[in-house]
């Protein structure tokens, strides 16, 4: 099931990694190439070194920040954690990056998941992105609306980026004698 709740009728450019496992469904107003990203799941096309969304299962987001010794995890746990520091780590320089955690609060507060991580300890580390890396987190509750957000978030960064286009050539214009 798609949600379309986006008006502009705009054809939105959208890559996709092609290492993307899950690839999401987007609107009829995408158009996905697929393609090798540096960083990232998905990209808004021509900015593909500006803008990254990274797409993660709760599942394997709980798996990338356990490894904690009162966590009791393993020396895989911790190379999976190391790994995920680091992608987070080259994500810093990039002038949108946002981590979608196909998840609700719900099920982080209830502890449902399978991990040894605890609620706090999780919201913690969502939370502490945002300071630490310049990432936004989001939660969404399905991958439809997982989704329907990396779109939005896309399409408004594209119009954004046009209005300041639009705004340097009105300037550029009035400077011309």
Do not use: C
Request: aromatic share 8%; glycine share 4%; proline share 5%.
């Amino acid at each position: 099931m798609r949600f379309t709740i986006i008006q502009n009728p705009i054809i939105l450019p959208i890559v996709q990694d092609t290492r993307e496992q899950l690839p999401w469904e987007f609107s009829d107003r995408v158009d996905v190439e697929i393609a090798t990203l540096r960083e990232g799941d998905y990209s808004l096309k021509g900015y593909e070194n500006r803008v990254a969304i990274a797409r993660k299962s709760l599942s394997d987001f709980m798996s990338s920040i356990t490894t904690d010794r009162k966590e009791k995890g393993t020396p895989k746990d911790h190379q999976r954690r190391e790994r995920f520091k680091r992608e987070l780590r080259r994500l810093q320089p990039y002038e949108l990056k946002v981590l979608i955690i196909e998840g609700s609060w719900q099920e982080i507060i209830s502890g449902n998941y399978r991990s040894q991580v605890h609620p706090a300890s999780a919201i913690g580390t969502i939370v502490s992105f945002v300071w630490k890396y310049g990432i936004i987190p989001v939660l969404a509750d399905t991958r439809e609306i997982a989704a329907l957000i990396a779109e939005t978030i896309l399409r408004q960064y594209a119009e954004d980026i046009e209005k300041r286009h639009k705004t340097l050539m009105k300037a550029h214009k009035e400077e011309r004698p």
